[in-house]
Structures are given as structure tokens and as C-alpha cells.
């Protein structure tokens, strides 16, 4: 969308609707950061230009160009975006001010051919070698060359399909995320596979516009996914869990998904796993926003660290109120200027909280939360996912050493 002519009704009658309460400014991450957007100046701005052009014939002429440096809404502010959905939810009108925003970037990627940054060239690589860095396809699996890992076979039925996602595959950090996964998957004897077609599933090229690369990828892995037997899926990564579980079923492929925290925690419950338990250490517990706003999921990744037997602590933003760690909607592939990166300012919160460990239930906050314990300087207090601290608690006391 770049004009008001090309608004759907249902887009109108949002921002027709904002009353300028300035709440999806106070809660947005991208605003605290300082950097160009405000999600309120976006609505009422447009909602302004709308009352202004009453009597114009928008439906026949489409109306001005609005989305452009210099003009109503600017690139800069649509890419500080980082589609964490704190603002629809702070919204008293029910604005979807996230759709809105990634409307009018598709507008800037795909017909201005002007994404931001460096995102072109992940683009580039998420549609040669399925992953955002380029890497080759043949090393998706290279974690696990010591694993002996199951991969699936047609005609053979399992009770999960693993799916590792990108960053778990690539990521050095991350590789122990997916290497906790399948320990507990083979503790508990759960019947699992992974998928050597398993691709990217291109979720932040979606996000920041690149609509014709996400849906190449999604009918592949659709494809792909169709050719296996399984009761369910099962993802680590929340933005992989979120596009399978809620977009797949529009490209025709659906099956039940999980997040690991899920299967875990029902694992720990029926007795499948047996975490030794016993006084842990304090965990500040970050929640991810497409875990949790976007799905609903806040217990369970409490409920797999409390049955690790650590001390689960709470963030004064948490559960639907949670800040982002800044690495969604696609932020996490190009910089941008601000005052305080949003990654800094939630670590410093969760460090405000005195833990030995940050706790996460997704990649990106891990390497996001990560990088700014680096450039705090914090090297006393580790960020660890869910999983790596229940593989600690099966192995005997969970300490902070990762
Ligand atoms: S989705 Fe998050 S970052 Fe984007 S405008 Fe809303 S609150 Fe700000
Ligand atoms: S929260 Fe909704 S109603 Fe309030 S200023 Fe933002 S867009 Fe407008």
C-alpha cells in the first residue's frame, strides 16, 4: 500500500478509529530505541490525510503517493519495526497497526525494489541456499554429524518431525539449542526425524516485504513436508512454530505444531522425562513475542524451567505486556541508527532483576540478548534456552555455566 485509494475498507475504518490515545507509542520498542517510528504518528497520520481527501474519489484516482522519504510515512519508520505486536495489543480500537505497517512495506520491497540495508543480499541467500547467510544447503545438518540423526523416510511414521529452523542449524551458539532438543527427544524416546529438504521458511523476508520470496518458500516446504508421515511438528524457533503452525494451512499444509517448550513440558508431565530438580539458580525469564502474543504461550516455558528447579523470575514487563529482544520483523538481518538498541535496553532490564541466567524460548532472543550482555560487558550472567536447561537438569544441578 503506498496510497489511500489502495487502503481496504477494513484498513480504513482502523485508522479511521485511532482516538489518538498515544498507547501503542508508550508499550513500542522501536519508538523506546529512538529510532524514527511511532506507531501513533503512522495511524493518525494517515487517519488525518483520510478526513483531509473526504471528498476526493480515492477509489477511482487512488490519491497521492504517501510512503516515501519526505512524506507522510518514511521508509525510516517502517523499518524500525520489529512486528512485536505490543502496539495491537495496547490498542484500544483494535488497530492492526503491524499489518498495516508490513502493507506498506511490500510497497517499498517489491515495487520501489527498496528493502533495507543489507536485506537484499539475505534475500538472495535465503532463495539460493534456502538460509539468510549463504551457507550451504548440504551443512544444514553438520550439528549433528556426531548425533547419528534420524532423517525422515517415506513410508515410515513418526511422532515428531523436528524442525530446526535456520538459525538453530547455522548459528554455533544456536547449534546447542537443537542439539539440547534432540537429547531430550531421545531421553524421553520419542519417535522423531528431521528433514533433509528442510529449508528457510523465509519468515522475515515476509515480514519485511518480500512477499513473492516467502510464498516460493512456503509451497516448497509444504511440498516437501507432504511427503512425510508424522503426528506433529515440532519447532524450537517461535517464528518457525508461528509460520507453521498459522500461515502453512493457506498453502495447504496442515498439521499440528508445537514449540519445544510445549513438548516438553507435556514430556516432563506424563513422565517421559525425569529432571532431577532441587534448588537451581535464578532465571529471569524473557518471553518471545511470537511465542507469546502471537500464540498465546506463556506457561509453557515457565512450566519446562520450574521443573529444571530453578528459580523463575519475573520481568516487570513480561507475558502479553513482554518487550521485544528487537530481533523480529526482520531486524535482525540490517542495522539501523537509534539511541539505545532495543536488544541493550531489555538485557539491562532483565539484568535489573539480578539473575544468573536469562532464559529464552527462541533463537533470535538468544543471540539478541546475547550480543547485548557482550556489549554491556556482562560475562557473570549467560543467556540459555529452555531446552539447555532442562538437559542440565537431567544431568544433575543446573548451574549458569553454559
Ligand atoms: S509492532 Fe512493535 S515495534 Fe512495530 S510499531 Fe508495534 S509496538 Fe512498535
Ligand atoms: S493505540 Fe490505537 S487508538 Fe491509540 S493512538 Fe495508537 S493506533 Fe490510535
Redesign the pocket.
Known amino acids: 500500500m503506498s496510497r489511500l485509494g489502495e487502503l481496504t475498507w477494513k484498513q480504513r475504518l482502523g485508522v479511521d478509529s485511532c482516538v489518538r490515545c498515544g498507547r501503542?507509542e508508550t508499550?513500542?520498542?522501536?519508538?523506546m530505541s529512538g529510532s524514527p517510528?511511532n506507531?501513533k504518528q503512522?495511524i493518525a497520520g494517515l487517519s488525518d490525510q483520510l478526513r483531509l481527501e473526504v471528498d476526493r474519489p480515492l477509489a477511482i484516482d487512488g490519491g497521492d503517493v504517501v510512503v516515501g522519504d519526505g512524506l507522510l510515512v518514511t521508509p525510516d519508520a517502517l523499518w524500525?519495526?520489529?512486528?512485536?505486536?505490543?502496539?495491537?495489543q495496547?490498542c484500544p480500537a483494535f488497530i492492526e497497526?503491524?499489518d498495516d505497517?508490513v502493507d506498506m512495506r511490500r510497497y517499498l520491497t517489491l515495487s520501489e525494489g527498496a528493502p533495507p540495508g543489507t536485506s537484499a543480499a539475505t534475500f538472495k541467500n535465503m532463495e539460493r541456499a534456502g538460509n539468510p547467510w549463504g551457507y550451504s544447503p548440504d551443512d544444514r545438518f553438520a550439528w549433528g554429524a556426531d548425533l547419528d540423526l534420524p532423517f525422515a523416510e517415506r513410508g515410515q511414521h513418526y511422532e515428531v518431525l523436528y524442525w530446526v529452523g535456520c538459525s538453530a542449524a547455522y548459528d554455533k551458539r544456536n547449534q546447542r539449542i537443537a542439539r539440547s532438543v534432540v537429547r531430550l527427544l531421545r531421553e524421553a524416546g520419542v519417535r522423531f526425524a528431521v528433514m533433509r529438504e528442510e529449508s528457510c521458511t523465509c519468515e522475515s523476508a515476509r515480514r519485511l516485504g518480500e512477499e513473492y520470496l516467502y510464498q516460493t518458500a512456503a509451497q516448497a516446504n509444504v511440498e516437501n513436508l507432504g511427503a512425510y508421515t508424522f503426528d506433529r511438528v515440532v519447532a524450537h524457533c517461535p517464528h518457525c512454530f508461528n509460520t507453521i503452525r498459522n500461515e502453512y494451512p493457506q498453502f495447504g499444509g496442515s498439521y499440528p505444531v508445537v514449540h519445544h517448550s510445549q513438548l516438553i513440558d507435556e514430556l516432563v508431565t506424563s513422565g517421559r522425562l525425569h529432571p532431577a530438580g532441587g534448588a537451581g539458580p535464578r532465571v529471569a525469564f524473557h518471553d518471545s513475542?511470537y511465542l507469546g502474543r502471537y500464540n498465546g504461550e506463556f506457561e509453557a516455558p515457565r512450566a519446562t524451567l520450574r521443573a529444571a528447579g530453578v528459580d523463575v523470575v519475573e520481568l516487570p514487563r513480561s507475558r502479553a505486556e513482554g518487550l521485544?529482544c528487537g530481533g523480529g520483523?526482520g531486524k535482525m538481518w540490517f542495522e539501523a541508527k537509534v539511541d539505545k538498541d532495543v536488544n541493550v535496553i531489555r538485557m539491562e532490564e532483565a539484568l535489573a532483576a539480578r539473575p544468573d541466567v536469562v532464559g529464552v524460548a527462541c533463537p533470535f532472543c538468544l543471540t539478541m540478548l546475547d550480543s547485548a550482555a557482550k556489549s554491556l560487558g556482562v560475562d557473570d550472567v549467560k543467556v540459555m534456552d529452555v531446552s539447555e536447561v532442562l538437559v542440565q537438569a537431567i544431568d544433575g544441578p543446573v548451574s549458569p555455566a553454559v
Open positions: 501503542c508499550v513500542c520498542p522501536a519508538y517510528l506507531p503512522i524500525g519495526c520489529t512486528t512485536c505486536m505490543a502496539c495491537v495496547a497497526i503491524v505497517i513475542c521485544c520483523g
